[in-house]
């Protein structure tokens, strides 16, 4: 895969052996896109669309959408919601 691609996880996500923090960051990884980013979402769920953090979710969503940075950053992990 080449397609610049956002991962979010969050920490507290426990919903399948899928979305469990350590299966995304394995698969973040495992991608060959160089333009990827690993959020690490404090105090969410599977469901953090609905949670606390949601306005963190949604305007790290939009920057990569927009600009393909979280923070600024176009590559690495990002811990947001702290």
Known sequence: MQAPTLLISGED?????????EA?????ANLGSPEKVFVDLA???H???????????FE?????????TVNGASTGSVRLGD
């Open 47 to 57: 469901y953090a669309i609905w949670e606390s953090h949601h306005a963190v979710l």
């Open 43 to 45: 105090c969410s769920s």
């Open 24 to 28: 995304v960051g394995t698969a973040y």
């Open 13 to 21: 996500d426990q919903m399948s052996s899928f979305t469990v923090p």
């Open 60 to 68: 790290a969503s939009l920057e990569w959408l927009t600009d393909g």
